[in-house]
């Protein structure tokens, strides 16, 4: 089984609608991230969570909500879908191991596309 | 802001060649950076990761890391058809608990 997943690996939705993505994982990572990579525009980080209790605006969080409903357990959610919200996005994890350089792993991802 | 830089490319090369990436970045107490790969339409897989001056080597992979320069290079020897795709470098800033900082990646097209 994978380290890192996430659900629906594809989605396709109207603007307007209320949509979850969900990341859950496996490694015993305490640190878990969202992104979302457009085409030339790179990983963005929308979402970090460093523990339970902690979460942390990214670079481009308008738009989106994150609950950390557990430690192995990261969900993203867009309130109000748009079109321009259409990309990949991914959960990625790492632990916070002092001595270790706290390697990020990535899920699968997750093609949302809004009509 | 901390930023991170790569050719977007493509850097076309042919089978068997040395390709070799490259990658500035702005934080100079950067620690640790770090190599992805990229398939189309997949997820970023770690490479492998360097934090001292010099050369690390994983295989057919060797990281260069210069910190006076702020450069960290990428090269990948007899290259492969398979190893086309898109590396992102990734830089741990020095500001502690932050995420990574990735450049926005250089595709690589090796030429059989």
């Known amino acids: 089984d994978a380290d890192v997943t996430q659900t629906p690996r594809n989605r396709i939705t109207k603007t307007g609608k209320r949509i979850m993505l969900e990341c859950s994982q496996t490694?015993?990572?305490?640190?878990m991230y969202w992104y979302r990579q457009d085409p030339g525009l790179g990983l963005r980080l929308i979402y970090y969570?460093?523990?339970?209790?902690?979460?942390n605006k990214g670079e481009i969080s308008d738009g989106y909500s994150v609950s950390r409903q557990a430690q192995a357990k990261f969900s993203l959610s867009l309130e109000s879908a748009i079109p321009n919200q259409t990309a990949l996005y991914f959960c990625a994890t790492s632990d916070s191991l002092a001595g270790t350089v706290n390697t990020q792993y990535f899920g699968p991802g997750t093609r949302l596309t809004v009509l | 802001q901390k930023e991170v830089e790569q050719n977007s490319g493509p850097l076309s090369v042919p089978e068997g060649a040395i390709a070799s990436l490259n990658c500035t970045y702005s934080?100079?107490?950067?620690?640790?950076f770090f190599w992805y790969r990229q398939y189309s339409g997949k997820s970023p897989e770690l490479i492998m990761f360097?934090?001292?001056?010099g050369d690390k080597e994983d295989g057919r992979f060797t990281a260069q890391l210069n910190k006076a320069s702020q450069y960290v290079s990428l090269l990948i020897r007899d290259s492969q058809p398979s190893d086309s795709a898109t590396y992102l470098c990734?830089?741990?800033?020095?500001?502690?608990?932050?995420?990574?900082?990735f450049g926005k990646g250089t595709r690589l097209s090796v030429i059989a």
């Open positions: 490694k015993g990572h305490d640190r």
């Open positions: 934080d100079r107490g950067s620690q640790s």
């Open positions: 969570s460093f523990d339970v209790k902690d979460i």
């Open positions: 990734a830089v741990r800033p020095n500001s502690g608990n932050t995420p990574l900082v």
């Open positions: 360097i934090y001292s001056n």
